[in-house]
């Protein structure tokens, strides 16, 4: 019998993240989260600001393997370009590029030792735009071309790099940004499957991606988004979501 495999899921205590930590626990892995809170479920847990290099290489130094790296933690806010701040452009850029890179760099010596492979939690609006929040989707983006630099660079080590575009989910984030009942309802009704999309659907495609059925795939940018980056409909309106 074979060495479990180790993966670590930064932003893995809520939302998304918890719910491709499960997904992947349920694979028979090791699952580590990565927070700057606990998550509420049993799993090996190092409070970590993706922002530190110093918190990241600490917990690092005491994981002797790493096979998967999830990068899931991420941040989203609607503002328009004349209304972003300089610290809400830093905020954003730290942890959505600058956060990802850092995570990415520190774990890779030890992704290339064990052949394994990294995936990005990108977004839709990594494709298409909304008007109300350019800073997140040139985040968002960014990472999509992230995810192509890296998948070039070190397929001929064995390591495999790819994103997931979720569009708009279930989360706590995004129950927030809706101000009544019948703004979520809107919501759903704009996208092409006529609903919001479960932190399960992303984790499913996540699973598919680590595991050896999808040994032939780098590179990738696969939407997970009920329809959404195949319209333009978000580059028409205002409903706010985390994707």
Known sequence: MGRKKVAIVTGGSSGMGLAIAKRLSQMDM???????QAPPEGFQYYQVDIRKD????NALSQIPQVDILINNAGIYFE???EDTSNEELDQMVDVNIKGTY????????????????IVIIASCLGLVPELTSPLYCTTKAGLIMLTKCLAQQYADVGVRVNCVLPGP????????????KE???????????????????IAHMVAFLVSDEASYITGGAFP????????SMYSKGRISSEY
């Open 30 to 36: 090791d699952v580590i989260v990565f927070d700057i």
């Open 54 to 57: 110093d918190q990241i290489l």
């Open 79 to 81: 503002k328009y370009l």
């Open 102 to 117: 850092r995570m990415t760099r520190n774990a890779l010596p030890k992704i290339m030792e064990a052949k394994g492979n």
């Open 169 to 180: 989910i279930d989360t706590p984030l995004l129950q927030r940004s809706f101000p009544d």
């Open 183 to 201: 703004s979520e309802k809107l919501c759903a009704a704009r996208i092409p499957m006529k609903r919001i999309g479960r932190p399960e659907d």
């Open 224 to 231: 997970v988004d009920g329809g959404v980056s195949s319209t």
